[in-house]
């Protein structure tokens, strides 16, 4: 029996319960191997380090068996799972491409203050918006 570690269901676990609102990656590399670290508690076997319930023990003892797991495909966890729907989906079909989204331009005249009086130019009265420092028509200043 070899025993492995099984990195993959330990990160799950973490990130899942864990808030990395205002973490760098390196802070988060080092609160998750503090929380590895905890003692915590192992029925019939007392206080025992966080990372032994990970350790799995695996039949044969084949390369394949207990070769790490480098699959580093996006499988999102958590609070972020909600945001990309049905994990399970989209890790059965990989060939399932995402739509990018669609673009709309943005109206500029739309985001523009509304004002209730309107402002004309000073010179030559060409109809400008509430914010215009200059004419667009003659060019002065307001």
Not at 12 to 31: A, N, R
Not at 57 to 79: H, N, Y
């Amino acid at each position: 029996m070899t025993k492995v570690f099984n990195g993959r269901s330990a990160t799950d676990e973490y990130m899942s319960t864990h808030s990395l609102t205002f973490s760098t990656p390196e802070m988060t590399l080092k609160k998750f191997a503090l929380w590895l670290g905890e003692q915590v508690n192992s029925p019939g076997k007392g206080q025992i380090p966080r990372a032994m319930l990970y350790i799995e023990e695996k039949g044969g003892k084949m390369d394949s068996d207990i070769a790490p797991d480098v699959d580093d495909t996006f499988r999102p966890t958590g609070a972020v799972a909600d945001m990309y729907g049905d994990v399970q989906q989209s890790a059965a079909a990989p060939t399932d491409q995402r739509t990018a989204p669609r673009l709309i331009p943005v109206n500029r005249e739309t985001l523009e203050p509304e004002s209730n009086s309107s402002k004309f130019c000073i010179s030559c009265g060409q109809k400008l918006k509430a914010n215009a420092k200059f004419c667009t028509k003659c060019g002065n200043i307001q």
